[in-house]
């Protein structure tokens, strides 16, 4: 059943971001740059607490909660990229239709790194520096540099429906 939701929530919210946009333009555009805030101050609280608390509870349930909100934020914020690339053809809009997607790649990407480490698997030098360089460093980076794109984009989306 849960499967069902999460495609019918890949479907669905993309045409809610486009609904949103088009006909109230103005908070389309709203929610389009605080979604990626919002993004990104969770992944933040996410990795402090995975900094000081290690592997274990606040950063695991932070964790989950930073992918489901990606699962159900990127897809809306497609939506309303979507509909600016489509009706206005700006190359902004485009750019940050692949930024907004990617960004999502990008989450699922740092959570399966996660069970990677070395709490999960065998242990030994080559295993732990992989995990560090990936999940501790690499994929973090990647991702917060696309929210913050995301976040850049939206705000000039913003800008110039004024």
Request: glycine share 12%; no cysteine.
């Amino acid at each position: 059943m849960s499967e069902i939701l999460k495609f019918l929530a890949i479907v669905l919210l993309p045409v809610a971001g486009w609904a949103l946009r088009r006909w109230a333009p103005r908070i389309g555009l709203l929610v389009n740059q605080w979604l990626p805030l919002g993004l990104l101050g969770l992944w933040l609280a996410e990795g402090i607490a995975g900094i000081f608390a290690g592997p274990e509870a606040p950063h695991r349930v932070l964790a989950h909660a930073a992918v489901l909100a990606a699962w159900l934020a990127a897809p809306l914020g497609v939506g309303i990229f979507l509909y600016g690339a489509l009706t206005e053809g700006t190359a902004r809009s485009w750019a940050g239709l692949a930024v907004t997607g990617l960004s999502m790649i990008a989450v699922l990407l740092t959570a399966v790194t996660g069970y990677t480490g070395p709490t999960r698997a065998s242990t030994g030098a080559e295993h732990v520096l992989r995990f560090e360089i990936l999940h501790l460093f690499a994929a973090p980076v990647l991702t917060g540099g696309l929210f913050l794109g995301w976040a850049v984009l939206a705000r000039r989306d913003l800008r110039d429906a004024r």
